[in-house]
C-alpha cells in the first residue's frame, strides 16, 4: 500500500507543482501586497504515528489582537483575499511541498491539531496509521458540514477499504467538489468548531 501509494503522490504532487507554479506565484504576490509577510501559515500537526510535522497552508488571516493580547475571532481576522483562498480551497496548495517531503499524501485523513491526541478513542486513534491526506474521505461527504464523529467514520471506512481506485475516485471528485464550494464552511463558523473529545474516551499517547 504504501510504495503504491508514494508512487501515486510523487508523480501527481510533482506534476501539480509544476503546472501550478504560475498560479501559486501569482497567490503569494497577491498575500504580500494585501497582508505583507509571512506568506505560509506553518502549524505543527501530527502525522504518521502522531509524529509531528509542519503544515503549510497560504496565509489567510490578519494577526490581530484584542487588549489582553488574545487573538481576535477567525471571522474578525480572515480578509478579503483570504476568504477567497479558503473558498476555493486554493490556500492548501502548499501541502503539495508537503506530500513531496513524504510528509502528507494526497489522500487520506485530514491532519488536525496536536492537542486531539489525547482526546481520540482507540478506534479514532486508527486513523494515525497512515500518512494524512491533503483530501479524504471525508472531504468529499460533507467536509466541515459533518460532525466530528462522522468524520472520523468516515476517515476509518477510508483506511479500511483502501485502493488505488479508491483514491483516483476522492481527488476527482475532490476537484468536483472545489469547483462547485460545497462543504467548506461549518454553519456560519469559519471553521470547525474545537473537538473536545468523544464519550468513548481518549487513549492515544504518542
Not at 500537526?45 to 490581530?64: A, C, V
Not at 502528507?104 to 486531539?116: D, E, K, T
Not at 467536509?143 to 477499504?161: C, G, T, V
Not at 470547525?192 to 468523544?198: K, L, N, T
Request: hydrophobic fraction near 45%; charged fraction near 25%; proline fraction near 6%.
Amino acid at each position: 500500500m504504501f510504495t503504491l501509494k508514494r508512487c501515486l503522490d510523487l508523480t501527481l504532487a510533482g506534476m501539480a507543482v509544476v503546472l501550478l507554479t504560475p498560479l501559486l506565484g501569482g497567490i503569494a504576490l497577491a498575500i504580500w501586497l494585501t497582508m505583507g509577510r509571512p506568506i505560509l501559515f506553518r502549524q505543527r500537526r501530527p502525522g504518521l504515528d502522531g509524529r509531528p510535522f509542519e503544515i503549510l497552508k497560504f496565509r489567510t488571516m490578519l494577526g490581530l489582537c484584542n487588549n489582553h493580547g488574545e487573538p481576535l475571532p477567525d471571522v474578525q481576522r480572515l480578509t478579503r483575499l483570504g476568504r477567497l483562498l479558503r473558498h476555493n480551497s486554493l490556500d492548501e496548495l502548499p501541502e503539495l511541498f508537503n506530500v513531496l517531503r513524504g510528509e502528507m499524501s494526497l489522500v487520506g485523513p485530514r491532519p488536525l491539531l496536536m492537542q486531539y491526541l489525547d482526546r481520540y478513542s482507540p478506534e479514532q486513534a486508527r486513523r494515525l496509521d497512515v500518512l494524512p491526506g491533503v483530501t479524504g474521505w471525508a472531504q468529499i461527504n460533507g467536509r466541515n458540514a459533518i460532525s466530528w464523529e462522522e468524520k472520523f467514520e468516515l476517515d476509518l471506512w477510508y483506511i479500511d477499504h483502501w485502493s488505488l481506485r479508491l483514491d483516483f475516485r476522492i481527488l476527482w471528485l475532490t476537484i468536483w467538489r472545489v469547483l462547485r464550494r460545497e462543504g467548506i464552511n461549518s454553519g456560519e463558523d469559519v471553521t470547525m468548531p474545537e473537538f473536545m473529545g468523544s464519550e468513548e474516551g481518549a487513549s492515544f499517547h504518542g
